[in-house]
Nanobody, 121 residues
Framework: QVQLVESGGGLVQPGGSLRLSCAAS????????MGWYLQAHGKQRELVST???????TYADSVKGRFTISRDNAKITVYLQMNSLNPEGTAVYYC???????????????WGQGTKVTVSS
């Protein structure tokens, strides 16, 4: 079994910052990519940022220069530092991981339960 647990969401004023965390646990042999997605109310889930095992990052155009993805391999945790937040950032943020549960095995995608971020004055 694999679990992804997000934390760090909350209420923040426009222009403020938050750091989200996503900790993975369970039977994990290797992780190919971890990423963050957001889903605003009534809208589809969309990509925010990804970080792969080769340290290549991707960012949605809307967050470039404001958000930074990073990870702690020892803790099997990925972070999303979000700066200069605006009300359009109000959403539930989900973490995912593409990982193998055994060496040479298939890659599966897992999702966390989400953490809510509200940007409002």
């Amino acid at each position: 079994q694999v679990q992804l647990v997000e934390s760090g969401g909350g209420l923040v004023q426009p222009g403020g910052s938050l750091r989200l965390s996503c900790a993975a646990s369970g039977t994990i042999a290797s992780i190919d990519t971890m990423g963050w997605y957001l889903q605003a109310h009534g809208k589809q889930r969309e990509l925010v940022s990804t970080l792969n095992s080769g340290d290549t990052t991707t960012y949605a155009d809307s967050v470039k220069g404001r958000f930074t993805i990073s990870r702690d391999n020892a803790k099997i945790t990925v972070y999303l530092q979000m700066n200069s937040l605006n009300p359009e950032g109000t959403a539930v943020y989900y973490c995912n991981a593409d990982l193998k549960r055994r060496l040479g095995g298939p890659t599966y995608r897992y999702w966390g339960q989400g953490t809510k971020v509200t940007v409002s004055s």
